[in-house]
C-alpha cells in the first residue's frame, strides 16, 4: 500500500482527496493545514507520495517545496494547484513531479494518481 502525506489548508479539500486515495487503496500517513506543518511532520511518516497545495508552497516560496523534496527524497512529489497555466511551469520548475489541478473530476484525478504511484519505485 502507497503512503501518501496531504498538504492542502481546505479541509474539504483534503476530504475529497482523502476519499480518491482511499479508494485507490492508498494510505493516508499525514495531513497538515499549513506549510510548517507539512515541512516538520511528513519526513516522520517515510511517504511514498507528497500531495501539497501549490498556495502552501507559494506562501513559502518555492525553495521551501526543494527543502520538502531533500526531506523526502523517495517521494514523488504532486502539486494540487488551483488554476493552471503559469502556476503548472511553476510548479513544475520548483521540483514537482506532477501536478493535479483541483478543477478535475475524481476519475481524472484517480487517474493522475495511478500514473504517479506507477512511477514510485517499488521497495
Known amino acids: 500500500m502507497k503512503r501518501v502525506y496531504l498538504a ?3 479541509p474539504d479539500e483534503r476530504l475529497a482527496f482523502r476519499l480518491i486515495l482511499q479508494d485507490l487503496k492508498m494510505q493516508v500517513v499525514g ?10 511532520q511528513a519526513p516522520a511518516t517515510s511517504p511514498d507520495m507528497l500531495m501539497v497545495d501549490w498556495d502552501l508552497v507559494a506562501a513559502g516560496s518555492g525553495a521551501d517545496l526543494a ?5 523526502c527524497p523517495a517521494a514523488v512529489v504532486i502539486v494540487l494547484i488551483s488554476h493552471l497555466s503559469a502556476r503548472e511551469q511553476a510548479a513544475s520548475s520548483a521540483g514537482a513531479d506532477a501536478f493535479i489541478s483541483k478543477d478535475e473530476t475524481s476519475d481524472r484525478v484517480a487517474e493522475r494518481l495511478r500514473d504517479a504511484v506507477a512511477s514510485i519505485p517499488s521497495k
Do not use: V
Not at 67 to 71: G, I, K, P, S, V
Open 67 to 71: 527543502e520538502l523534496r531533500m526531506a
Open 8 to 10: 492542502d489548508a481546505q
Open 31 to 40: 495531513e497538515a493545514a499549513d506549510w510548517p506543518t507539512a515541512l516538520a
